[in-house]
């Protein structure tokens, strides 16, 4: 027999979500701050500076992918622009699709809809 859980009421789901965003927020301001203090304010990608203001667009990559490794030599990090950064997180997403797309070796299939087949009788029709 399973055991139904009550469900959360909205001021302790809305509880839950500010505790797991300022958990998020400290965590990452503390890689965050370290990474700014070791590395230049260049995107490691594209190479564009950035300073004052627009600092804020500069984000901290995590090489392996895991929030959790924070060496404090900064050796799992690296700067990118928010671009760059959410270019490097699609190509992840798209390698599967795209090996999957090479393994199969099959050709693409040419269009078989022509939009514009019937435009030159129709235009024969208005004369």
């Not at 050796?75 to 760059?84: A, V």
Request: glycine content about 4%.
């Amino acid at each position: 027999m399973t055991v139904r859980k009550k469900p959360l009421s909205d001021e302790q789901r809305a509880k839950i979500l500010t505790e797991l965003h300022r958990d998020a927020a400290l965590r990452q301001q503390g890689y965050r701050e370290q990474a700014l203090k070791l590395f230049p304010h260049l995107c490691a990608r594209c190479g564009r500076e950035f300073e004052g203001r627009r600092l804020r667009e500069l984000t901290v990559h995590h090489k392996d992918h895991n929030h959790d490794n924070n060496p404090p030599d900064g050796s799992n990090w690296e700067l990118l622009c928010l671009y760059c950064h959410d270019a490097e997180h699609s190509r992840d997403l798209d390698a599967p699709l795209i090996a999957q797309t090479r393994a199969s070796n099959q050709p693409a299939t040419p269009a078989g809809h022509n939009p514009f087949a019937g435009l030159k009788d129709l235009l024969d029709k208005r004369k």
